[in-house]
C-alpha cells in the first residue's frame, strides 16, 4: 500500500460547527487509478489537500510509502514533488509568460540544474500532448483543454509518483474529457503513476477506475471497486451523487423483467449485455 | 408567437494582437448566424469547446456586440448603445461558476442586488426577492451565508438574482458543469419550472444533452457557425454527424442507435431511458415472434 488515511479528522470548519473530514480511513496501492467522489462540501478538497501536506489533520494521519507524512522529521518538502496536485481551475496555477516557462517552474524549484529542467519541461509537454508551436504563447491565450494540459505537465515535470487531479475535465466538452482522462490512463500504465481522480462525473469515474472511495459530509461512505459502488444507486442517490446513466438503463430493463447484468457504465457494453440478453 | 430573440447574419471578429499590440490575425468567433427565439421557449445551445457558443449567447444580452448583422432581443437593437441596460434587463445571464457571481454576504441581499441596480423601489425589491427565491425553492435559506450552500443551491440563489430583475429570457452558460449530480438536477429542475410556469424563455447552454431532451429547440454551433437546429428529436437523430463534431447524445439515443444498428429493428431516435425499455420491447416482440 502507497498511501494509507489512518483515523483521519480535520475539524475546521466552525461556522457550520462539524467536522470537514471526520474520522476517515483508506488505502491506496501502487499504481491504482482511485476515485473520490462525493457532493460539494464533502470534504474530497480537503482530503487531497491532506495526501501532500497542505493541511495538516486534527487527529489521524497520513502513511506515505510506510512513513507517517506528520512526523515531525518527515521531509515534507520532497512529499510535495512525490504527489503532484492538479487544481481544479487552470488559471490559478498558471502564470509564466509562456507555456515552457510555466512547465519549467516546478522543477526549477526542486533545484535541478537548467539542462536537467529543461529537460523535464520537454519530456511533460511531450507527454500530456501540447505541439511545440504552442511552447512558447502565454498560457492563457490556450483553450480550456489545452490550459489543462499544461497544469498536468507542470506538475509531472516534477515526475510525481502520485497525481491528484481535482475536477480535471470540469467544464470541457466530451472530446477534451476524453483526451485528459486518456493522458490519466497513459501515465498509469506507461509509468505507473498512481492517479487520484476527484470528479462529479459517475461515468468517467466508472470507466477510468480501479477502485472509488465515495464521501459524504466529511465521512467515508464507500469503498470498494466500480461494480461494488454503483451497485449501491439508493446510497449514492441519498448521497447527492448517482449513478452512470447507461447503468440505470440497465436497472430499468432488469426492474421490466429482463435478466440483464447491471454491472454497465457505457453505451458499448450496454448493447453488448443487451445483445446477449436478447440472443441476436 | 412573438419573436424574443431575433438574429441577422451575425458576426463577430476577434483581433489577435502581438506584444506590441500589432494585429496578428483576425479570426471569426461567429459567422454569419441567423437564429430567431420565440417568446416562451426553452432553447439549448450546443457544440464543443471554441465552437462560438458562448460568443453567440454573449451577444443575447449586449455583453457582446456583433461586428457584422444586427441582434435584437425583445425588438430593441443590442448595438444601441443607450439601450444597453433595457437589453440586460430582458436577458439575463448565469454562468458556469456559482463563486464569481455571488457578491452579497446573506442570500437576500444577493438576490436584491440586480433590482438595486435598476432603482427600483427597496419595499418593491423585498417582495420581489421573495418570489425570486420561492420560485427557486429557495426561500428557506434567504437568511443564509451563501458561501455555506451547496454549489446547487448558489447556481440557483444566482439564477433567482436574475429572476428578480423580471426579464424576458435567462440566458445560462453551462450552469450546471461545476456541479455534483444532485446540484446538476436541482438547478434543472429550476430552469424547466421557471419556463413551464413562469413562461420565462430560457436558453441553455451545456454539454450535458440529457439535460435538453425537453427543450424546445437546439442549435448546433461548429467552428463558429450554426451548423444544425431543430427539436430534440429532429438534432438527437443525426448520431453520427454529432459525433464527428466532438458531441454526444443522450446514452438512450447512442445505446438505442447502436442496437438499431446491430440489428434490432427499433424506432429512431429514442430519446429517455423510459422510450428505449420500451422500444425494446416492442422490437423483441416483432424480430422474436
Not at chain 1, 472530446?175 to 497513459?186: C, D, G, S, V
Not at chain 2, 436574475?162 to 444532485?182: F, G
Request: proline content about 3%; glycine content about 8%.
Amino acid at each position: 500500500m502507497l498511501l494509507i488515511a489512518d483515523h483521519l479528522s480535520y475539524k475546521y470548519d466552525k461556522l457550520n460547527k462539524k467536522n470537514v473530514l471526520d474520522d476517515v480511513s483508506f488505502s491506496i496501492n501502487k499504481g491504482e487509478i482511485v476515485s473520490i467522489i462525493g457532493h460539494t462540501g464533502s470534504g474530497k478538497s480537503t482530503l487531497i489537500e491532506h495526501f501532500n501536506a497542505l493541511n495538516t489533520p486534527t487527529e489521524g494521519t497520513i502513511y506515505y510509502d510506510g512513513k507517517d507524512i506528520f512526523e515531525k522529521d518527515y521531509d515534507r518538502k520532497a512529499l510535495r514533488a512525490k504527489i503532484g496536485l492538479v487544481f481544479q481551475y487552470p488559471d490559478h496555477q498558471l502564470f509564466e509568460e509562456t507555456v515552457y516557462k510555466d512547465v519549467c517552474f516546478g522543477p526549477t524549484n526542486l533545484g535541478l540544474d537548467k539542462k536537467e529542467v529543461e529537460l523535464r519541461a520537454y519530456e511533460a509537454l511531450k507527454k500530456v500532448g501540447v505541439e511545440d508551436d504552442l511552447f512558447f504563447t502565454s498560457p492563457f491565450e490556450l483553450s480550456g483543454g489545452q490550459k489543462k494540459k499544461v497544469t498536468i505537465a507542470g506538475v509531472l515535470a516534477m515526475k510525481p509518483e502520485v497525481l491528484v487531479l481535482d475536477e480535471p475535465t470540469a467544464g470541457l466538452d466530451p472530446k477534451w474529457r476524453e483526451e485528459i482522462l486518456n493522458i490519466a490512463k497513459r501515465l498509469r500504465d506507461e509509468d505507473g503513476v498512481t492517479i487520484i481522480l476527484v470528479s462529479h462525473s459517475m461515468e468517467d469515474v466508472a470507466r477510468y477506475s480501479d477502485h472509488i472511495i465515495v464521501m459524504d459530509h466529511g465521512k467515508k461512505l464507500l469503498d470498494g471497486t466500480v461494480d461494488e459502488v454503483f451497485e449501491q444507486a439508493e446510497i449514492l442517490r441519498e448521497a447527492s451523487l448517482d449513478i452512470p446513466e447507461s447503468t440505470a438503463i440497465m436497472r430499468l430493463l432488469r426492474k421490466e423483467g429482463y435478466r440483464v447484468n447491471t454491472a454497465v457504465y457505457d453505451a458499448d457494453s450496454a448493447v453488448r449485455e443487451i445483445r446477449r440478453t436478447l440472443r441476436f | 408567437m412573438n419573436k424574443l430573440v431575433k438574429t441577422q447574419d451575425v458576426t463577430y471578429e476577434y483581433v489577435r494582437r502581438d506584444d506590441d499590440g500589432n494585429v496578428e490575425n483576425i479570426v471569426n468567433a461567429i459567422e454569419g448566424i441567423n437564429i430567431s427565439i420565440e417568446e416562451g421557449q426553452m432553447v439549448a445551445i450546443i457544440g464543443h469547446n471554441g465552437s462560438g457558443k458562448s460568443t453567440l449567447a454573449k451577444h443575447l444580452n449586449a455583453l457582446l456586440t456583433p461586428t457584422e448583422g444586427t441582434v435584437w432581443v425583445d425588438g430593441i437593437d443590442t448595438s444601441n448603445e443607450e439601450k444597453v441596460w433595457d437589453v440586460r434587463q430582458k436577458a439575463g445571464m448565469v454562468f458556469q461558476n456559482p463563486d464569481n457571481q455571488i457578491v452579497g454576504q446573506v442570500v437576500e441581499e444577493d438576490v436584491g442586488f440586480g433590482c438595486e441596480n435598476l432603482g427600483i423601489k427597496t419595499e418593491e425589491i423585498w417582495e420581489r426577492v421573495a418570489d425570486a427565491l420561492k420560485s427557486v425553492d429557495m426561500y428557506e435559506y434567504r437568511n443564509a451565508s451563501p458561501n455555506r450552500l451547496s454549489g446547487g443551491q448558489k447556481q440557483r440563489v444566482s439564477i433567482a438574482g436574475i429572476i428578480a430583475m423580471k426579464p424576458k429570457c435567462i440566458i445560462l452558460d453551462e450552469p450546471t458543469a461545476m456541479l455534483d449530480p444532485r446540484g446538476r438536477k436541482e438547478v434543472i429542475n429550476a430552469i424547466i419550472r421557471l419556463n413551464k410556469e413562469e413562461k420565462v424563455t430560457i436558453i441553455l447552454i451545456t454539454h450535458n444533452m440529457e439535460e435538453i431532451i425537453g427543450a424546445d429547440k437546439i442549435f448546433v454551433m461548429d467552428k463558429g457557425k450554426l451548423v444544425m437546429e431543430g427539436s430534440p428529436r429532429e438534432v438527437f437523430g443525426k448520431v453520427e454527424e454529432l459525433t464527428e463534431m466532438g458531441l454526444t447524445v443522450p446514452e438512450a439515443t447512442l445505446i438505442g442507435k447502436k442496437l438499431y444498428d446491430s440489428g434490432l429493428p427499433i424506432s429512431l431516435p429514442v430519446l429517455t431511458k423510459e422510450e428505449l425499455v420500451s422500444e425494446i420491447g416492442r422490437a423483441r416482440l416483432s424480430k422474436f415472434r
